[in-house]
Each structure stands twice: as C-alpha cells, then as structure tokens.
C-alpha cells in the first residue's frame, strides 16, 4: 500500500471520528489501567459492567490491595480469567504503593515491570492516560492491518513496528482508537460491512463483502 492510499485511510477515520475514544469506562490512569488488565480476552462491555461497582468500592492502588485477591474477585467473577486477573492486580496495586508511591509509572518500562502488563497494556496506557504517540495492537487492530493492507505482519510486534513507521505521525495519537472501532464494528472477523466501510475504495482485501 502506497503512503498516500493510507494517509487518505487515516484522513477519513479523522474526518468521520475525530477525537475517538476508548469504550472503557474510567476516570483515572490507575482505573483505565485496571480496566485494560481486565479487557484482556473480554469485552469492554463486560468490564465496564464489572468496574462500575468495583471503582465505587475501590478505585486506587491501597483500597483494591486492602481488598485482596477473594475481595476482588467478587467484584470481576463476571469476567474470563478472573482468578488470575485479580492474582496480577492485587501484586501490581502493591508494586505501585511499593516502588511508584502508589502513581501509575508513565514509562513503557515502568508499566511494563508491573504484573498483568504486557506491551499492549502499556502501550494503551501510554497513549490513553498519558497522551504518548503508541499505537496498541490487539486482535482488532492485527486482522484490520493484516486484512486491508495497511500494515500486514505475521505477529503482533511486526504489525505494531509497521504502523508505527508507515502511518503518518499527525495520525499517531488516535490511530488505535480508530483501528480498534473500525475491527469492532465494520471490518469484523466473520463478516466485514464493505458495502458501508468508509475506505472500502482504499482497502486493498481481496474478498469484500457486497451488499
């Protein structure tokens, strides 16, 4: 895909959304944190239905530590994997009070020594909490990269490497926003929308979907 088939890709996400969000429910560095570590194989959905009652009972490093591991999981039992999410948050609540006085690091490295945080994690925080130029790549955002050509890749770190080179750096703060809606609602898995898809025209997939 030539740069100016996808800066006119992005000009149009931008045109259509132009301050995308994430569906996450938070209102803090360390709520979006705890709700991304909980997004993981799990909707946005299901974790802001989980996190509503959890961040009114507690919602910071000390108050979700003093609840511990069985104290949480009443909270997000609801979610897959819970067990061993409320395990990781609990270490990474203490972590935080231990080494960062109880403040979510805004380094990739800091985020990434902290337990439940991969680089995706760290890489939404970084954006989204802390307003860094990253683009986070999850399932969505791999198969829209993969399936449109704008960034293909055999993994994820590849596909992550090649938006971050090939997308124009005006669009790097939003660029995962709009990625991540765009795979949710219109390029889906098992059945792109092509006949309603905005870039249709530009996305060079072989096998669109008509009307």
Request: charged share 20%; with cysteine.
């Amino acid at each position: 895909m030539n740069p100016q088939k996808r800066w006119e890709m992005f000009s149009r996400f931008r045109t259509a959304n132009p301050q995308p969000r994430t569906e996450l429910v938070y209102e803090s560095a360390f709520e979006l944190l705890v709700a991304v570590i909980l997004s993981a194989q799990a909707t946005d959905t299901s974790v802001n239905k989980a996190t509503v009652e959890l961040f009114q009972a507690a919602n910071s490093p000390a108050a979700l530590s003093a609840l511990g591991v069985k104290g949480l999981s009443k909270y997000i039992k609801s979610i897959g994997l819970y067990n061993t999410k409320a395990r990781n948050i609990i270490a990474m609540c203490r972590l935080l009070l231990q080494k960062h006085g109880g403040e979510v690091p805004t380094t990739r490295v800091a985020l990434e020594e902290l337990p439940g945080v991969g680089r995706k994690t760290a890489n939404v925080i970084l954006n989204t909490a802390f307003g860094h130029a990253t683009i986070a790549v999850d399932t969505h955002i791999f198969r829209v990269a993969n399936r449109t050509r704008i960034a293909p890749g055999k993994t994820v770190r590849e596909v992550e490497d090649k938006l971050m080179k090939r997308v124009a750096l005006e669009f790097h703060n939003n660029a995962h926003h709009w990625l991540i809606l765009h795979g949710r609602y219109v390029c889906t898995a098992r059945r792109p929308a092509c006949p309603t898809c905005i870039i249709a025209d530009l996305c060079e997939y072989g096998r669109k979907t008509s009307a």
